[in-house]
């Protein structure tokens, strides 16, 4: 019951605002049909657009690197960390990493990976996993919370949130200074400038890939579209699809490592290409179809089976 009720709770609060940020029907389908179009036009050219990515993030001295298999993905990420030595990775929010279940294979290897967005830091701590792509820790009420926090970390117990958050940012600080490697997801991969988006409201995920002396992105191969004139109709539905609002904090365009003219950002910087049997449903006509997915979670917020159950 009290699983329900969070999962009530929270997605009658997210379908409430992302109808008051999409109220305006026509815009709204005119919106989606101008995404779906670039998203069709990006995928029918997928292999060109990917050769292209690469083309121009080597370039920018980023590495790229393929994987078929989420292992082959967790042996590269593994193989980088130990190039340089690594014990401590910090990570952007990537459920890509969460589904080669990078945690696991690196906490087999003694490589402590601990999580900095908020919602994924807390079902971290309670060994747990997401219950919702956009929002790991919808779940939980703040009381759960305080009493994790508590255990782990010797906060007092408090159900004020503002309070909970600053405990979390206060435990992560040391870890984004210590880290050895920062990775992160992207939500967007532009072929023709070689720029990789990351989406996000906390500034972990600008922390994790700017302060570690090596940052790792991972994505799958699907999420590259071929110009930046591609990109705002795609941030314009993602934030307001996703949780109702209209402009995220922060909107990271990443181009590669640190420059020689540049006060911070990684010293070097990798990308991992994961296909993880996406090329099978790209050269299939109807799962094609499912590549578009922009990963805005709408779909979980109004699935009555999801709300009932969680995922």
């Not at 994987?67 to 340089?84: L, R, S, V």
Request: proline share 4%.
């Amino acid at each position: 019951k009290p699983l329900r009720k969070s999962l009530r709770t929270a997605m009658d609060m997210l379908m409430t605002k992302r109808k008051a940020v999409l109220s305006d029907e026509e815009e709204l389908q005119m919106l989606r049909t101008l995404c779906e179009h670039i998203r069709q036009r990006s995928l029918a050219r997928l292999p060109e657009l990917l050769e292209q990515l690469e083309e121009n993030l080597t370039k920018r001295g980023v590495r790229v690197h393929w994987a078929e298999t989420p292992e082959q993905a967790c042996q590269i990420i593994y193989g980088i960390i130990e190039t340089h030595k690594g014990s401590l990775m910090v990570k952007g929010k990537s459920m890509v990493s969460e589904e080669i279940e990078l945690n696991h294979y690196l906490q087999e290897r003694d490589i402590r990976a601990v999580e900095s967005d908020l919602g994924e830091f807390i079902v971290q701590m309670a060994g747990e996993k997401p219950t919702h792509i956009v929002m790991p820790a919808i779940h939980k009420t703040k009381e759960q919370v305080s009493e994790l926090f508590h255990q782990h970390l010797g906060t007092e117990e408090t159900g004020d949130v503002d309070k909970l958050t600053g405990f979390a940012r206060q435990a992560l600080r040391d870890v984004y200074r210590t880290a050895d490697i920062g990775l992160s997801g992207v939500n967007f991969a532009v072929a023709e400038t070689g720029t990789l988006c990351l989406v996000e409201n906390e500034g972990n995920g600008r922390l994790s890939t700017t302060v570690p002396p090596v940052h790792i992105a991972i994505t799958g191969i699907e999420k590259v579209v071929a110009k930046l004139s591609d990109i705002p109709p795609l941030y314009s539905l993602l934030p307001r699809s996703a949780i109702g609002q209209n402009i995220t904090t922060y909107f990271n365009m990443i181009t590669g490592p640190r420059r020689s003219d540049e006060l911070d950002g990684p010293q070097e910087m990798h990308l991992v290409l994961l296909d993880n049997g996406r090329s099978q449903a790209y050269g299939e006509e109807q799962m094609r179809r499912t590549l578009q997915c922009i990963r805005c979670g709408a779909c979980m917020n109004h699935c009555p089976v999801y709300t009932r159950i969680g995922g």
